[in-house]
């Protein structure tokens, strides 16, 4: 059974910094994308990184902020915030690709294996 566990949310003022990690039992990181997407009230979940290996993308609004990696020795991903913005606040989720393909990795269909959300808000 596959399971994603989200930690490392919370409440920080603006230009703060917050590290997400995402924890994957049952499933390896290394060989499909890892993506992180976000959900504010009231708005459709959107992708924020994804990783593949040594490749990433992002999404426009957080390039030069945010940071994603993996560590495949424990089998965890990870999402630095710099510099955060009261418009960053949101559930943040990870996920796990179902295919191999990073190009497709902003879109939220693609992917099989979802964690639970972890919140993070930021305040002005």
């Known amino acids: 059974q596959v399971q994603l566990v989200e930690s490392g949310g919370g409440l920080v003022q603006a230009g703060g910094s917050l590290r997400l990690s995402c924890a994957a039992s049952?499933?390896?990181?290394?060989?499909?994308?890892m993506g992180w997407f976000r959900q504010a009230p009231g708005k459709e979940r959107e992708f924020v990184a994804a990783i593949s290996g040594m490749a990433t993308r992002y999404v426009n609004s957080v390039k030069g902020r945010f940071t994603i990696s993996i560590d495949n020795s424990k089998n965890t991903g990870y999402l630095q915030m710099n510099s955060l913005k009261p418009e960053d606040t949101a559930v943040y989720y990870c996920?796990?690709?179902?295919?191999?393909?990073?190009?497709?990795?902003?879109?939220?269909?693609?992917?099989?294996?979802w964690g639970q959300g972890t919140q993070v808000t930021v305040s002005s």
């Open positions: 996920a796990a690709a179902a295919g191999p393909l990073l190009a497709l990795a902003h879109n939220k269909g693609y992917y099989s294996y």
């Open positions: 049952g499933r390896s990181f290394s060989n499909n994308p």
